[in-house]
C-alpha cells in the first residue's frame, strides 16, 4: 500500500524557516518524480514544486522561487521541503504527492501537514 | 485567480447529473496539455479521480466520467449520492508559466 506521511508543520513566525519531511513506503520511492501541493486554509489547491527521480531537475511555482528547496534522499525514502524567508501568505496545508508515471497527475496524496506563518 | 476556471459550485438531487466545467486556455488546456480531475472529501486529502482526460483512476465508479475539448474540460457525475458531496479540482500544465496549474475548485452540493 502506497503511503506518504508528511511531518515538521508548525507555527512560524514571518521571515522565519521551516523544513518538512514526507515519508513514503509501498512503492520504489526512486522511480517516481514526486511533488509539493499546498492549500491555504479555505482556499483550493496550489502546486509548489516538484522533483525528478534523481533530484536532477528540480521545478518551483513563482511565488517560492528563492526561498522554497525541494529535495530527496532516496536511500531514505524522503522527500524535502526547505522554506526560508516565510510569509503570512505561505500559510497552508503542504500535501506530498507521487506524479502517475502515466501522465501529469499526482496519484497518492499524504494525509498533509498544517505550516502557520504568524507573529 | 486561478488560471483555470471552475464554478464555485454546483448541485443536485441524489440520482440525477451533474457537470462541473473547467476553462483553461491555448497555453495549458488548449496546447494539448492533458487534464486531470481530484476529489477532496470535507478535512481529507485529494484523492485521484480522472487522469488523462477521461481515464478513470483505480476504484472510481463509472458514475464519474470526463472530457476535454479545446480549452476546456468537464467532469460529469451521474447517479448523485451523498458521498459524492465534496469539492472538485481540475487541474493541468500551462506551457507558457512552465508551471502545473489547478482550477479554484467546486463545490458539489447534493441536495
Known amino acids: 500500500e502506497v503511503q506518504l506521511v508528511e511531518s515538521g508543520g508548525g507555527l512560524v513566525q514571518p521571515g522565519g524557516s521551516l523544513r518538512l519531511s514526507c515519508a513514503a513506503s509501498?512503492?520504489?520511492?526512486?522511480?517516481?518524480?514526486m511533488s509539493w501541493v499546498r492549500q491555504a486554509p479555505g482556499k483550493g489547491l496550489e502546486w509548489v514544486a516538484y522533483i525528478k527521480q534523481d533530484g536532477s531537475q528540480k521545478y518551483y511555482v513563482d511565488s517560492v522561487k528563492g526561498r522554497f528547496t525541494i529535495s530527496r534522499d532516496n536511500a531514505k525514502n524522503s522527500l524535502y521541503l526547505q522554506m526560508n524567508s516565510l510569509r503570512a501568505e505561505d500559510t497552508a496545508v503542504f500535501y506530498c504527492?507521487?506524479?502517475?508515471?502515466?501522465?501529469?497527475?499526482?496519484?497518492?496524496w499524504g494525509q498533509g501537514t498544517l505550516v502557520t506563518v504568524s507573529s | 485567480q486561478s488560471v483555470l476556471t471552475q464554478p464555485p459550485a454546483v448541485s443536485g438531487a441524489p440520482g440525477k447529473r451533474v457537470t462541473i466545467s473547467c476553462t483553461g486556455s491555448s497555453s495549458n488546456i488548449g496546447a494539448r496539455n492533458d487534464v486531470h480531475w481530484y476529489q477532496q472529501l470535507p478535512g481529507t486529502a485529494p484523492k485521484l479521480l480522472i487522469y488523462g482526460n477521461d481515464n478513470r483512476a483505480s476504484g472510481v465508479p463509472d458514475r464519474f466520467s470526463a472530457s476535454k475539448s479545446g480549452t476546456s474540460a468537464s467532469l460529469a457525475i451521474t447517479g448523485l449520492q451523498a458521498e459524492d458531496e465534496a469539492d472538485y479540482y481540475c487541474q493541468s500544465y500551462d506551457s507558457s508559466l512552465s508551471a502545473v496549474v489547478f482550477g479554484g475548485g467546486t463545490k458539489l452540493t447534493v441536495l
Open positions: 504527492a507521487r506524479v502517475d508515471t502515466r501522465d501529469t497527475d499526482f496519484d497518492y
Open positions: 509501498g512503492f520504489t520511492f526512486s522511480r517516481y518524480w
